[in-house]
């Protein structure tokens, strides 16, 4: 019978990936929660509405990138391809903004984008995503951006570049985009990629970041929101960079950064990394203040960042897999219980390690010991079993002892003196 196989794009994490995506979830729980965040969890599926309405409607994830489905009720469905729209709608429905002045929120798991994979980006990908809803104040701009960057670091991420930019607000922004239609009505738009001539009518704003060649010469000289902000959006941005400054966070101005989903004002960032091929954004971010107006609840403002998994997973700094303490190696059947129930005695006393679930010669077992890595082994042949001990043997030095099974403590006590060695 021919073989299963995997969905183009949905990916099997075996070590060491899974091992750098636990490393990442670790350190990612412990910075976050000194920051206040509390964990949400969200379903993995929501009404397409919900995507449509807070990321956009025009949007590529909206237009080409959702998994969308009809249910047996044939309502339409979609798997989520970020997480802010479902902790958005979730803060609404539970009326958290009722008990708490400030929600700080972490989620982490899955998301679903239909693009085409290549390194560093799969159709499957998984965000560390943190949104903090109920402060317009810069403070809170400033201290997102630096919990990412304090994430990184203890995560052991060293290679990256923090972009920032704002993007203005509803009252300065009509006018930037009049003056940027105006500026594009004067070209020969021919060179431009399919995308931004769509992206032209619906968000121009968008051709300032698209990685297109052409597009990229086209709007060289186009004009920048800098210049349009009002004074309040100017005196937020001003702001967060001198407590970024202050805090000793560095970031490289980019004014041209213009992320790709629709809810963003003021605010925006974007970690890079030169490091990891073409997809180079490990992580973005940025202020979302109508967001939850717009999605039933109360005038709250909002900012967050997603990180993507696979890509810091690519940056992580090797480390060496910990080696197990011992392997049980049984030499005769009939010791076999008594070797499968030291490995869990010695399991429970806190050591780590392996048995065979078959006995074999002394030989093959010290090789598979060996390949493991293993401290110690723990050999029980006829003899061990006659006189109820086991032969514990140095896997390092080779030497070897022979210990009783009961009490099992001179056993456990040595083990701990030497099992640390290599
Ligand atoms: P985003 O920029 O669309 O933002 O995604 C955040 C990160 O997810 C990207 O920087 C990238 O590392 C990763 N990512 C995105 N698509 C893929 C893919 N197909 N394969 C692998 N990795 C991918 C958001 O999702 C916003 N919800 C972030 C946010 C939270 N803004 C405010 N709060």
């Not at 004067?186 to 009518?201: I, K, P, T, V």
């Not at 109360?298 to 992580?316: Q, S, T, Y």
Request: hydrophobic share 40%; proline share 5%.
């Amino acid at each position: 019978m021919d073989a299963f196989s995997g969905i183009k794009g949905f990916m099997d994490l075996f070590p060491p990936d899974s091992t750098a995506f636990t490393r990442l979830e670790e350190a990612a729980r412990r910075i976050f929660a000194s920051y206040g965040y509390d964990e949400l969890r969200t379903p993995l599926v929501e009404y397409t509405d919900l995507f449509t309405r807070s990321i956009g409607a025009e949007t590529d994830v909206v237009q080409k990138e959702m998994f969308t489905f009809p249910d047996r009720r044939s309502r339409l469905m979609t798997l989520r391809p970020e997480a802010t729209a479902g902790v958005v709608r979730a803060y609404v429905e539970s009326k958290r903004y009722t008990r708490e002045a400030v929600s700080r929120l972490f989620t982490t798991g899955p998301m679903f984008r239909y693009e085409r994979p290549q390194k560093g980006r799969s159709r499957q990908f998984h965000q560390l995503n943190c949104e903090c809803l109920g402060s317009h104040e810069p403070y809170a701009d400033a201290e997102m951006i630096g919990m990412l960057v304090h994430f990184l670091g203890a995560a052991g991420i060293t290679d990256f570049d923090v972009l920032l930019n704002s993007l203005g607000c509803g009252t300065c922004r009509p006018g930037y985009k009049s003056a940027l239609a105006e500026f594009f009505r004067g070209l020969d738009l021919a060179a431009l990629c399919e995308d931004c001539r769509r992206r032209l009518h619906t968000n121009p704003l968008r051709l300032l970041d698209c990685k297109v060649p052409g597009c990229r010469a086209l709007t060289e000289n186009a004009p920048l929101l800098d210049d349009f902000a009002c004074a309040e959006c100017a005196g937020h941005f001003s702001t967060v960079r001198r407590l970024l400054d202050a805090a000793g966070v560095c970031y490289i101005l980019s004014p041209r950064l213009v992320r790709g989903l629709d809810y963003y004002v003021r605010t925006t960032f974007e970690v890079v990394s030169g490091n990891i091929g073409s997809q180079s954004a490990v992580a973005g971010g940025g202020r979302y203040d109508g967001l939850v107006a717009q999605l039933g609840g109360p005038d709250v403002p909002g900012i967050g960042f997603a990180c993507g998994m696979e890509r810091l997973a690519l940056l992580l700094p090797e480390r060496e897999a910990t080696a197990p303490d011992f392997y049980v190696a049984v030499l005769d059947e009939a010791a076999l219980d008594t070797g499968f129930l030291l490995a869990q005695q010695l399991r429970r006393a806190g050591f780590s390690g392996e048995t065979a679930y078959a006995a074999r010669s002394a030989k093959s077992h010290l090789r598979q010991a060996a390949k493991n890595h293993a401290a110690w082994a723990c050999i029980l042949g006829s003899n061990e079993l006659a006189q109820n001990s086991v032969l514990l043997k140095n896997m390092v030095s080779g030497e070897q002892r022979s210990l009783p099974l009961a009490p099992l403590a001179d056993l456990e006590r040595a083990m701990q003196k030497g099992s640390y060695e290599h």
